[in-house]
């Protein structure tokens, strides 16, 4: 640990207060100050350990299973927090501790993803793959799979696995084909989700408020209201969720109304 951890650490021992996350003074000046930001990430890493522990998994697994230092977990909980406080909104209403938890979860299991073993074909797979490839250039379009199945002599089953295996990973910024090439530059797969209407970024923001806010709700009502207002939000409509919970519609409808009275004292 550096100097500097150790000097903000004892200073926590002091002065809590100076770096809680729980106060949204703190969270407004870690946005404008680099430095104040910094010893706050260092006061708060029993969060990113939390965060861990109940949603991955413990840390000497994951060090284990991905060959990885407790020091890159830590790092990649620090980016989480960082992230937070960035696109964090104080007039939400939302605790902020929720939302870094998500965020933090979120920075680490993508690393994780990433950086895990990649699957790779088996012998056979491969084979198939190359004379797909073949078949592909030779036609110039991909036939079906039953049509691969005739031609290959393999069955459909194993045609699809070795698809499936071999389809590469599509992103975001590569050019999407069925989109209109008016302009000069190909259109991507984010330049169609923002002509269709949709904010990428904001959208993803506000799943995450409204996650943490829903994770907020459970602790405040019990499991049987909790199930109501799963169901509610899966589309069931009152009836359905009476009769699917075996209660009575008018309590339903005051389930529903205790909740939206508590999500209201939240976001005011």
């Not at 977990?73 to 501790?97: E, N, P, T, Y």
């Not at 250039?137 to 005739?150: F, H, M, R, T, W």
């Not at 590569?174 to 991507?188: F, G, I, R």
């Not at 169609?192 to 009502?221: C, F, H, M, P, S």
Request: proline share 2%.
């Amino acid at each position: 640990m550096s100097e500097h951890a150790v000097f903000v650490k004892q200073r926590l021992g002091k002065k809590k207060e100076q770096y809680s996350l729980y106060n949204m003074e703190n969270i407004r000046r870690c946005k404008e100050d680099s430095e104040y930001l910094g010893e706050v990430i260092l006061a708060n890493e029993e969060l990113i350990w939390h965060s861990v522990h109940k949603y991955i998994g413990k840390p000497e697994t994951l060090v284990k299973q991905y060959c990885l230092e407790k020091a890159d977990i830590l790092q990649l909980g620090r980016m989480g927090i960082i992230k937070a406080i960035k696109a964090f909104d104080i007039a939400r209403g939302v605790k902020f501790s929720s939302f870094a938890v998500i965020t933090i979860v979120r920075e680490i299991n993508c690393f994780l993803r990433d950086s895990g073993n990649i699957v790779r074909p088996t012998r056979t797979a491969t084979t198939i793959l190359h004379h797909i490839s073949k078949i592909e250039a030779d036609l110039g379009y991909l036939p079906s799979n039953e049509e691969l199945s005739v031609l290959l002599g393999e069955n459909v089953e194993q045609i699809k696995k070795a698809l499936d295996v071999g389809r590469p990973v599509k992103y975001l910024q590569e050019p999407y084909l069925k989109a209109p090439t008016s302009s000069h530059e190909a259109a991507t797969a984010m330049d169609v989700l923002k002509d269709e209407g949709r904010d990428v970024e904001e959208y993803v923001l506000d799943k995450l408020y409204v996650t943490a806010l829903l994770a907020q709700l459970q602790n405040q009502i019990s499991s049987k209201e909790w199930q109501v207002l799963q169901l509610r939000m899966a589309g069931y409509n009152q009836t359905q969720t009476a009769d699917f919970l075996n209660v009575s519609q008018m309590c339903v409808s005051r389930t529903m109304k205790k909740i939206q009275n508590i999500s209201k004292n939240k976001l005011s």
